[in-house]
């Protein structure tokens, strides 16, 4: 019988190397990170002190991949998986704040309403002979102070305003996510492309600390910052990338009406929201207080009558406003708007380093960029075009606002 024998050339087995040695690249999965136990100092810094003292040896096994490109790719995937690991502790710690918001709610309002009751029946049984009379005056007063004390904490902390900033933590790390996926997937990363990534992680982590800290009740309402201080360029490109005269002058009227129209009306709104935010805050502490000295002099002769007011009165009206307060999310509608008028600031800004940059081989690609406007805004491409043209003959007249999404 005869036996037929495959000869392989050189190109062949050559190639077959090749496949072999590709399939080193690294590939780390991120399924399993929410097992680990969030480290919060350990995960701020892990990032920065990886880029300083990376000691990573790179797979030179294939001669056709450079050495810096594995290095690159490395650290890339080593952020990926800080990024990774921060969705997961932001989703964790607002669903967290948000049983605290609801549990604290629920209990001091009981404590409220329980020390009124108490006030109320102390107050109808002052002339029954060997009624629990002190009894109830004394768990009336614990109660209400009991309550002022939580109270005060719970308005210090703000569970919903946390809830609402873990909330766009995560989601704004999981954009990152996607992005530095598709960096991976669609393009050869660079090391600019690395300082980049690593510099929106950090400036992520500083907008949104996990720490219970930070101004909840601050004196002027600013938008929230979660991008890098210093813009990044795209790489350079041939001709005119994109841009023309009239998206420069496009842009330039979408950045007027972002100004003066988004942004200020999320500021203004802001503005309101934190006024109500302080006056609930005051109040409800101070309605427990006076419901707990009205507590105090129950059946007190000449001061019966107003220690049974503020005894009960002073209980109803602190359950209502904590309901108002921490029911209504009032700290999570201050930091949402805070956030709105944040992202028409990135927006601005975005547009405005653009256009400052008068190379435009260095800016990002003009249709690209107009396709990226239009969809932030929720509008198509000839209704951006319209809306600025129209915004353009109605100067500071405008009554339509730039975006359609919120």
């Not at 049984?125 to 009379?133: E, K």
């Not at 954009?175 to 997937?185: R, W």
């Not at 209504?328 to 975005?350: D, H, I, L, T």
């Not at 406007?373 to 500071?396: I, M, P």
Request: charged letters at 20%; proline letters at 4%.
């Amino acid at each position: 019988m005869c036996t037929k024998t495959s000869t392989s050339s050189p190109s062949s087995s050559s190639h077959r190397l090749i496949t072999r040695a590709s399939i080193h690249l690294p590939k780390i999965s991120t399924a399993n990170l929410d097992i680990f136990t969030p480290n919060i100092a350990s995960n701020i810094s892990m990032v920065q002190e990886m880029h300083k003292f990376s000691r990573i040896t790179p797979n030179t096994s294939n001669p056709n991949v450079h050495p810096d490109h594995e290095v690159i790719m490395e650290k890339l995937y080593m952020i990926l998986e800080a990024v990774s690991d921060r969705v997961e502790m932001h989703k964790n710690i607002g669903t967290y704040r948000n049983n605290w918001n609801s549990l604290l709610l629920t209990s001091i309002n009981t404590m409220t309403l329980s020390a009124a009751t108490m006030a109320g029946i102390a107050s109808a049984i002052t002339s029954v002979p060997g009624a629990p009379l002190e009894t109830l005056k004394l768990s009336s007063s614990f109660l209400y102070l009991a309550a002022t004390g939580m109270l005060m904490i719970m308005n210090r902390i703000q569970p919903s305003q946390l809830v609402e900033e873990q909330r766009n933590a995560a989601r704004l790390f999981k954009q990152l996510e996607s992005e530095i996926k598709t960096k991976i997937a669609i393009s050869k990363p660079s090391l600019s492309d690395v300082n980049d990534a690593m510099e929106k992680v950090l400036a992520l982590d500083r907008a949104y600390p996990l720490p219970l800290h930070g101004v909840k009740f601050p004196a002027k309402v600013e938008p929230t910052v979660w991008w890098p201080e210093k813009p990044t360029t795209s790489k350079r490109r041939n001709d005119k990338n994109g841009w023309s005269v009239e998206l420069e002058e496009e842009m330039t009227k979408i950045i007027k009406v972002l100004e003066v129209k988004d942004k200020d009306e999320y500021i203004r709104l802001g503005e309101k929201a934190l006024k109500l935010n302080k006056g609930l805050a005051i109040a409800g502490p101070l309605l427990t207080g006076l419901g707990a000295i009205g507590s105090a002099f129950l059946a007190s002769a000449p001061q019966s009558s107003w220690a049974m007011v503020l005894g009960v009165m002073g209980g109803a009206m602190a359950s209502v406003v904590n309901t108002i307060q921490h029911g209504g999310q009032v700290g999570m509608v201050f930091e949402m708007y805070r956030g709105n008028a944040g992202f028409f600031k990135m927006m601005q800004e975005s547009i405005e380093s653009n256009l400052k940059e008068r190379d435009v081989g260095k800016r990002e690609n003009g249709e690209v960029f107009e396709m990226k406007v239009a969809l932030q805004l929720g509008r198509s491409l000839s209704e951006l075009r319209d809306f600025a043209a129209s915004s353009s003959r109605k100067g500071k007249d405008v009554e339509e606002f730039g975006s359609k999404l919120f």
